[in-house]
Antibody, heavy 121, light 108 residues
Framework: QVQLQESGPGLVKPSETLSLTCSVSGTSIRSSSYYWAWIRQSPGKGLEWIGSIYHSGRINYNPSLKSRVTISADMSKNHFSLKLTSVTAADTAIYYC?????????????WGQGTLVTVSS | DIQVTQYPSSLSASVGDRVTITCRASQSITNYLNWYQQKPGKAPNLLIYGASNLQSGVPSRFSGSGSGTDFTLTINSLEPEDFATYYCQHSDTSPLYVFGQGTKLEIK
């Protein structure tokens, strides 16, 4: 069974960089047809896709966040990571990692439990 | 960019009722529309993909329909565990993934 687990600081200061890691078990992030995604959820904006990475290194970003986001993957550790720079209070959200089926209908079929990140001084 | 508008934003119903939630796209998205259920404190869970295909393990009382711009999620004979928030999701070819605003289904 596929399991994803987010980890990282729950509190980040304004203007600093948010860094999270998603550890994947039960499957390899080298799996064909699957990207690996970051999605966040805040009360004001609902669910927002941040970006997705494929094991080949191909990465897709949400244009609204692209200038501040970097997603990377470590195949040896079977995990992938998110960095979001210059954070503000608007970046306060629950951050989820998810498996992203990237064929035909492009859905998210396995999710981590989510981790709350608060941006505050 | 394609927008998806979901309605109603909230809905009250009773156990055993049949409910319908709608998602409307700003232009045709053929059948590139997925539905999720989210319970409080939990991550979303995929219910329907490709507008009408039931994800493995999802009860058959859930169904999806529609194509083009108008889509519906129907839950027949509501069970107590169905009271949750539901989201639609579209992806275009960029890809850019867009979620609806959510529909909170509450017990009447």
């Amino acid at each position: 069974q596929v399991q994803l687990q987010e980890s990282g600081p729950g509190l980040v200061k304004p203007s600093e960089t948010l860094s999270l890691t998603c550890s994947v078990s039960g499957t390899s992030i080298r799996s064909s047809s699957y990207y690996w995604a970051w999605i966040r959820q805040s009360p004001g904006k609902g669910l927002e896709w941040i970006g997705s990475i494929y094991h080949s290194g191909r990465i897709n970003y949400n244009p609204s966040l692209k200038s501040r986001v970097t997603i990377s993957a470590d195949m040896s550790k079977n995990h992938f990571s998110l960095k979001l720079t210059s954070v503000t209070a608007a970046d306060t959200a629950i951050y989820y990692c998810a498996r992203n089926w990237y064929q035909l209908f492009n859905w998210f079929d396995s999710w981590g439990q989510g981790t709350l990140v608060t941006v505050s001084s | 960019d394609i927008q998806v508008t979901q309605y109603p934003s909230s809905l009250s119903a009773s156990v055993g009722d049949r409910v319908t939630i709608t998602c409307r796209a700003s232009q045709s998205i053929t059948n590139y529309l997925n539905w999720y259920q989210q319970k409080p404190g939990k991550a979303p869970n995929l219910l329907i993909y490709g507008a009408s295909n039931l994800q493995s393990g999802v009860p058959s009382r859930f169904s999806g329909s529609g194509s083009g711009t108008d889509f519906t999620l129907t839950i027949n004979s509501l069970e107590p565990e169905d009271f949750a928030t539901y989201y639609c999701q579209h992806s275009d070819t960029s890809p850019l993934y867009v979620f609806g605003q959510g529909t909170k289904l509450e017990i009447k």
